[in-house]
């Protein structure tokens, strides 16, 4: 039962849909008309979402990773390449474009984590779903109020699903957690947007 719970919180707050629904959050903040926030996003899904996603579904249907949970740290190196080089790309082409701070500030936050989630890779696992959650709760945080504060109770029901599941350890966890929020908010302060 337990073990089937811990699977559905893994399942639910998987690191590719949690950072989608983070950046459908993240458009929805922008003062802007609704098509220029279609493409915004549509920038986001088109030049970082795809990239390891797709990597993702060709390496599984040769086999070359195991588990859709990535669970073999060896199995992340191609996807999070991916995700690191999409994440640049994003933040070079918000750049180029004039793109508005906020979203500068989170593609800059991918960017840094992507970078540190793949270096950390070649020696250690970090859990990318404690990353991509502590992101979700932070971009509430910081974009919309701290009154979303009472969503950092997802923070160790996520962690303990993926610690139940054996697939990372509590230090793993706690690394892939602390990291996301300081990074967070270490660049929102660089683009004048941590709000606390």
């Known amino acids: 039962m337990l073990n089937r719970l811990a699977f559905f919180v893994s399942v639910i707050f998987e690191p590719f ?11 929805a903040a922008l003062e802007a008309l609704t098509i220029e926030k279609m493409l915004w996003l549509l920038l986001v899904v088109i030049v970082s979402g795809l990239p390891p996603i797709l990597i993702l579904l060709y390496e599984k249907s040769t086999g070359k990773v195991t588990s859709w ?34 979203l500068l500030a989170a593609s800059v936050t991918l960017f840094l984590l992507s ?18 959650v502590s992101f979700f709760v932070m971009m509430l945080l910081l974009v919309y109020s701290p009154g979303w504060l009472w969503l950092t109770l997802l923070l160790p029901v996520v962690a303990w699903s993926r610690i139940r599941l054996g697939h990372h350890t509590l230090t793993q966890v706690t690394v892939g957690t602390i990291v996301t929020i300081l990074i967070t908010y270490f660049s929102f302060s660089l683009f004048g947007l941590a709000t606390f």
């Open 17 to 27: 849909l949690v950072t989608f629904l983070s950046w459908i959050l993240i458009v």
């Open 69 to 102: 949970f990535l669970t073999q740290r060896l199995e992340r190196r191609d996807i999070e390449a991916a995700w690191f080089l999409g994440s640049f790309l994003l933040s070079l082409g918000f750049w180029l474009l004039d793109a508005p701070r906020l």
């Open 115 to 132: 970078l540190g989630v793949t270096v950390v890779n070649f020696f250690w696992k970090i859990s990318v779903h404690m990353v991509g």
